[in-house]
């Protein structure tokens, strides 16, 4: 009897109308284009409206991927949100998408926490609920409003993230396709929390005020830099040996789109020319969850990402958390 296997069928991205370029940064905070682009590829990013939320963008990614699947909303049965920018801290972000959305009753409805590698978190997670038989179609949307999260003080956080979406239809593979989930690898570090994180507005310091840590992302940035080039290197090793698959039979590696000069390294590590790599940051800057699943939309609607082609995805972000997969479209 053959396994079944699933394979990602749709995909849908949504991006905030305001852009803020480097420009306009600089108007808010003392840095440079100069600055923000060398030191990152980043040249723009978009801000939510203040009504617009995690939830609302979420929803109309999740619309264009099951358009892309063709598939209606009462076909899902199971609606995993990553985000580290819920709507509230109770209920998740997933059971207001779907309500947004009209998603049946009896789907399973809930948020991966694991920041910026919260898609390939998801996508795992997700994909072994699939293959447990119990689900037949999962959404698993990456969605952030980080806006909300910065300290629009602090020049060293503020310009390197945006708000956005993204959407993937995960279902039984199509009769006729070879598509699907090759495999998926996950890593956490939970001694480094400090590294990178929100030290305020969860249980442990629930009210905000004087003396207080703030509800504000915060972050060492060399070392998160140093961390993002081990263990991605790590994560893209192990995937591939444990896929028995040559980094050369890689199409295209979409990475996490924090910055170029990671993703830089990454290339060389893999011994790989780096128009084999998707790169949109410098349009959107770090979307955290939202990050790869836009990426894999822009990919795939631009032609960069053919039907029958392998994909290496490969993530990092507080937790520390890291982790890859790879996709067969
Ligand atoms: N504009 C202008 N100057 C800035 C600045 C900004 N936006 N941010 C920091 N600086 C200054 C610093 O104050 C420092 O000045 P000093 O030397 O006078 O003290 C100088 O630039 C160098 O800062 P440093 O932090 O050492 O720069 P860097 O070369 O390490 O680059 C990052 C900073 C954040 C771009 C880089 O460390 C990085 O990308 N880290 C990974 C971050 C990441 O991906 N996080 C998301 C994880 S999911």
Redesign the pocket.
Known sequence: MSVPTFALIGTGAYVPERVLTNEDMAKI????DE??FS??GIKERRIAAPQEQTSDMATAAATIALRDAGLTPAQIDLCIVATLTPDLLMPSTACIVQAKLGLPHHTACFDVSA??SGFIYALETAWAMLQSGRYRHALVIGAEKLSTVMDWTD??TC??FGDAAGAVVIGPTPAGSTASIVGTKLYSEGENTEL?WIPGGGSAHPHLGPGVPPRFMQ?K??E??KF?VREMEDAVRDILEQCNVDADEVDCVVP?Q??L??IDSIAKFLQLPPERFFVNLERYG?T?AASIPLAIDEARRGGRIQNGSLSLLVA???GLTYGSALVRW
Do not use: Q
């Open positions: 905070v003392d840095t440079s600055w923000i030191r990152t920041a910026c020049r060293t310009v390197l990178l972050m940035g060399r998160v830099y993002a996490h924090a910055n000069r990671i770090n955290s990092f972000g507080a």
